[in-house]
């Protein structure tokens, strides 16, 4: 009888230690998913999760005979299909000094695209536009622009890059052999990098007509790096983003042309605030949640906030004035159950993403509000320019251009 008292209070023991460990272990992992988790409320990611938390949406605007609209009725006045496509990308000229420039009362800047035949095309209007040049390099598959528009730059299926001046819209084919391109954040400049036995060659010239010819900078022991201007003291070196590999990102200075390490990760994308150089949304794959986070670091790759947005940085950009961040957060994906190999699969269009559109905080994340939510067309958001008080973006689903007036 005494044993098999003994046995059954060993038993009750057994049981309250294992309570105990697994409220232990239930509460480290509860902090610590707490802190990929953005303030004021959790973003979903490509997943059918709802949006909790306490978001900020822009209160009811009136209509001309002062009756109430709502906040969807607003997100659909203010949102423009420009241009149905299909896009390889698209640029924003952002002064009007060149006689080519037309404005709408729907564009305040002059808007162009490429498409798949390589044609330029201006939108003049909604549903209007004009082409105005050819490229002779064959199939675009990547287009970016200086800071101001007037110097686009086109990366080619047969590797080449060629720049595109919007002042004389003519093209200009640059050395064969380059592998990346990058302008500098003041759009007057760009570098590119070569390839060399062992490492790469990186370049610099100058976008003015009087300085034309290029310069060497430096040569690296770096391989398999896209560059990116992103400070004006710096010139970054990324790694190509895939979840195999945790890849380290190195940067230039350029005040003493020397190496040194920034940060490194699963999948790292970044963009820069140009208007406050060294603040810096870095997204990459954490590991242990399968899933892409963004944090804002500082000039020397430390976060800043704990707070963080779950999309990839590719999907936000700064604001012009650089005091906010719109991200493009992906509420569903056409793989729904399947799971996801992030950020390959997106990269390499296996799957595709349903987004809404949020604004931030640039300097900490926090006070996010909904720009473009709920609406009944399903985009999937890349290539987010803010210039002029509206926002343009391309729809991956289908390579439109649209175009959303922020204040309005």
């Given at each position: 009888m005494q044993k098999k008292r003994i046995i059954i209070i060993a038993i009750i023991?057994?049981?309250?230690?294992?309570?105990?460990?697994?409220?232990?272990?239930?509460?480290?992992?509860?902090?610590?998913?707490?802190?990929?988790?953005?303030?004021?409320?959790?973003?979903?990611?490509?997943?059918?999760?709802?949006?909790?938390?306490?978001?900020?949406?822009p209160g009811a605007a009136s209509s001309q005979d002062g009756s109430p609209v709502s906040f969807l009725q607003q997100q659909k006045n203010n949102l423009f299909l420009l241009a149905k496509g299909p896009a390889v990308g698209f640029w924003v000229v952002a002064t009007t000094s060149s006689s080519t420039i037309d404005t709408s009362n729907v564009l305040k800047s002059s808007v162009y695209y490429l498409n798949k035949k390589g044609e330029v095309i201006q939108m003049l209007d909604v549903d209007k536009?004009?082409?105005?040049?050819?490229?002779?390099?064959?199939?675009?598959?990547?287009?970016?622009?200086?800071?101001?528009?007037?110097?686009?730059?086109?990366?080619?299926?047969?590797?080449?890059?060629?720049?595109?001046?919007?002042?004389?819209?003519?093209?200009?084919?640059?050395?064969?052999?380059?592998?990346?391109?990058?302008?500098?954040?003041?759009?007057?400049?760009?570098?590119?990098?070569?390839?060399?036995?062992?490492?790469?060659?990186?370049?610099?010239?100058?976008?003015?007509?009087?300085?034309?010819?290029?310069t060497l900078v430096v040569t690296l022991p770096l391989l398999d790096r896209a560059v990116i201007w992103g400070t004006p003291d710096r010139i970054f070196f990324i790694p190509k983003p895939t979840s195999k590999v945790n890849g380290d990102v190195w940067y230039l200075s350029l005040a003493n042309k020397k190496l040194y390490p920034f940060i490194s990760g699963y999948g790292v994308q970044m963009i820069f605030n140009s208007v406050a150089p060294h603040q810096t949304l870095v997204s990459s794959l954490d590991i242990n949640t399968r899933s892409i986070l963004g944090f804002i670091l500082d000039q020397k790759g430390n976060k800043i906030t704990d707070s963080s947005v779950p999309t990839f940085a590719d999907k936000c950009v700064f604001a012009y004035d650089g005091a906010s961040i719109f991200c493009a957060v992906a509420r569903e994906n056409n793989k729904q159950g399947s799971a996801l190999d992030l950020p390959d699969d997106y990269l390499q269009q296996r799957v595709s993403?349903?987004?809404?559109?949020?604004?931030?905080?640039?300097?900490?994340?926090?006070?996010?509000?909904?720009?473009?939510?709920?609406?009944?067309?399903?985009?999937?958001?890349?290539?987010?320019?803010?210039?002029?008080?509206?926002?343009?973006?391309?729809?991956?689903?289908?390579?439109?251009?649209?175009?959303?007036?922020?204040?309005?």
């Open positions: 023991l057994i049981i309250i230690v294992a309570l105990g460990v697994g409220v232990y272990f239930g509460l480290k992992k509860a902090q610590r998913v707490a802190t990929l988790s953005p303030q004021g409320g959790s973003l979903p990611v490509g997943g059918a999760t709802p949006l909790t938390g306490q978001q900020n949406e536009e004009q082409v105005v040049s050819s490229a002779p390099f064959g199939v675009p598959v990547r287009v970016t622009a200086n800071r101001d528009g007037t110097t686009a730059l086109v990366m080619f299926d047969s590797g080449t890059y060629a720049l595109f001046f919007m002042n004389t819209l003519a093209w200009e084919e640059l050395d064969s052999g380059v592998i990346s391109v990058s302008f500098s954040p003041d759009g007057k400049q760009f570098v590119y990098a070569k390839q060399t036995s062992g490492g790469m060659s990186l370049y610099a010239r100058s976008l003015s007509k009087a300085q034309r010819s290029a993403f349903y987004d809404d559109l949020y604004s931030m905080n640039s300097s900490d994340l926090s006070n996010y509000r909904s720009v473009i939510t709920n609406i009944d067309i399903n985009f999937d958001i890349s290539s987010l320019l803010s210039i002029n008080g509206q926002l343009f973006f391309l729809n991956r689903l289908d390579g439109s251009v649209y175009l959303f007036n922020l204040s309005s």
